[in-house]
């Protein structure tokens, strides 16, 4: 893919563009060909010459040597793990969520817009601060995290930035882990995998040619999927069901069918659509729209499957359930655990079955011991200070 941003040098230093520039390291996820340069951090394998920039508009080719997002965040947040979501990782612990400028989709619905549409949508009045892996590993001791998340913006196209920080973060004994759009590439998940121990995708729907419109390939995205499994990283799967978009019965019985074709094991998320960004006609999700959602993932075998954004609303779908006999080995409220039951080893306490997951060894004990003081209680995320 030939790219037509030009990077332009006599920019206002004050512009965006100019301000991400000024924050850039030389690459690693690409490759020479002939003058130009193939970038391999995401599924569109720009081919860039010099002087230009590729989809995402943040990596760019600069005298034949490919420049990367470095050193700056523009959100960090502490909150629930669940809320990424990932509901087998940590359950009950806090996550440190970083985030930069970019993305190589352009999601009409996007609800990260302001940081991922930054480069693109002068209405996104994002802003940078300059950060150090260091600091954003002190952040999350201070603020009592086990988790270290890659987020808010597409960290696929970010992946240097936040191999360093997961670098030190690991050192330190925390879990780190991807919040993505899935637009991934074999190079990308190797340069990852040695850092992170749980993926996030969002498969977006099941239909080529709307996916087209987001600015991706449902086939990248599914190949993903299949890839993050096959490294054994752990891997949940988020759909954002939006009304009249991809909540088309046969849509969802395909999407199903193959994320059990992979595995039964993956958990699915279908989490409620309201308007936003540009997208403002569809309805918002109802609680009927994700049960039967929800019903059509049991259907196709999955085991784990749950309905979000709409606390308290959707029944069992919040908890996770042993697959094997029926106990709730997990209660939630939206994003708060309420109970917490499986055994250290991560079995059912009633049959004994293994449940798939990356789950605290000291058991119930330490899911308490990782709660924030306001953790039992439906808390929104707050802003984290860099020191």
Known sequence: MTTTDKVESSQPDNTLAAVLDRHTVAGKLWRAEQEKIRCVACGHRCLIAPGRRGVCRVRFNRDGELRVPFGYVAGVACDPVEKKPFFHVYPGSDALTFGMLGCDFHCSYCQNWVTSQALRDQAAAASVRPATPAQLVASARREGARVVVSSYNEPLITAEWAVAVFEAAKAEGFACAFVSNGNATPEALDFLQPWIVGYKVDLKGFDERRYRTLGGALEHVTETIKMVH????????????????????????ELVRFLASVSREIPWHVTAFHPDYKMTDP???????????AELGREAGLRFVYAGNLPGRVGEWENTRCPHCGETVIERYGFTVRAYNLTPSGTCPRCQAAIPGIWPKAGAAEVRAMAHPNRWSQRLPHGVSLQ
Do not use: H, K
Request: no cysteine; net charge negative; glycine share 6%.
């Open 230 to 253: 096959a490294r054994g990283i752990w891997i949940e799967v988020v759909t954002l069901l939006v009304p009249g978009f991809n909540d088309d019965e046969a849509e969802l019985r």
């Open 283 to 293: 309805r918002p999700t109802q609680v009927a729209d994700l049960m039967r959602a």
